[in-house]
T-cell receptor, first 114, second 117 residues
Framework: QKEVEQNSGPLSVPEGAIASLNCTYS??????FFWYRQYSGKSPELIMS????GDKEDGRFTAQLNKASQYVSLLIRDSQPSDSATYLCAVNPPSGAGSYQLTFGKGTKLSVIP | GAVVSQHPSWVICKSGTSVKIECRSL??????MFWYRQFPKQSLMLMAT?????????EQGVEKDKFLINHASLTLSTLTVTSAHPEDSSFYICSARLEGRNNQPQHFGDGTRLSIL
């Protein structure tokens, strides 16, 4: 069974600090990895995609992928109270899997303390 | 780009009513859309995969006759909750993915909060 594991948190960081969110996945042949942010009472919003090993930066966000370790992370620099949300890690099966479903982790709740 | 519109945002209705929720891809075509349900403080649960021009694929434990899905065009999928009861009260969210490559993400609608009295 394909699984995506995240620490449920809550993860509390002070404003201005770096928040580090981690995710591991079980399907070794997974190819696509996504981070979604979900504010309370709202639907998920895509914030990062990563497909190859290494780092990918977009503004204050950096996604890191290590396929050998089956590990993907999200770093948020200069954390702001508006970053307080639940962050969902999602993994896409390899090409040919058919339905293009994403496997979601249960999410990590981040609280940025002013 | 990749905007998904979901309507309505809120529904409050009496037990026994059927409720239809629409999911539209506004600026792209989507042969595949997804319907999720989320209870308070819980994770997303995939209910079904909606396929344009064919039957939806339901996840284990989801009643096909209760949650009717129709995907009649490349930009519209509908979910009808038939004879809704209070236990069906939840946050229903649809998503769609861009076509072409397998590694495209899903883009979510704003969700529909359903309350059955």
């Amino acid at each position: 069974q394909k699984e995506v594991e995240q620490n449920s948190g809550p993860l509390s960081v002070p404003e201005g600090a770096i928040a580090s969110l981690n995710c591991t996945y079980s399907d070794r042949v997974s190819q696509s990895f996504f981070w979604y942010r979900q504010y309370s009472g709202k639907s998920p919003e895509l914030i990062m995609s990563i497909y190859s090993n290494g780092d990918k930066e977009d503004g204050r966000f950096t996604a890191q992928l290590n396929k050998a370790s089956q590990y993907v992370s999200l770093l948020i620099r200069d954390s702001q109270p508006s970053d307080s949300a639940t962050y969902l890690c999602a993994v896409n099966p390899p090409s040919g899997a058919g339905s293009y479903q994403l496997t979601f982790g249960k999410g990590t709740k981040l609280s940025v303390i002013p | 780009g990749a905007v998904v519109s979901q309507h309505p945002s809120w529904v409050i209705c009496k037990s026994g009513t059927s409720v239809k929720i629409e999911c539209r891809s506004l600026d792209f075509q989507a042969t595949t859309m997804f319907w999720y349900r989320q209870f308070p403080k819980q994770s997303l649960m995939l209910m079904a995969t909606s396929n344009e021009g064919s039957k939806a694929t339901y996840e284990q434990g989801v009643e096909k006759d209760k949650f009717l899905i129709n995907h009649a065009s490349l930009t519209l999928s509908t979910l009808t909750v038939t004879s809704a009861h209070p236990e069906d009260s939840s946050f229903y969210i649809c998503s769609a993915r861009l076509e072409g490559r397998n590694n495209q993400p899903q883009h979510f609608g704003d969700g529909t909060r359903l309350s059955i009295l």
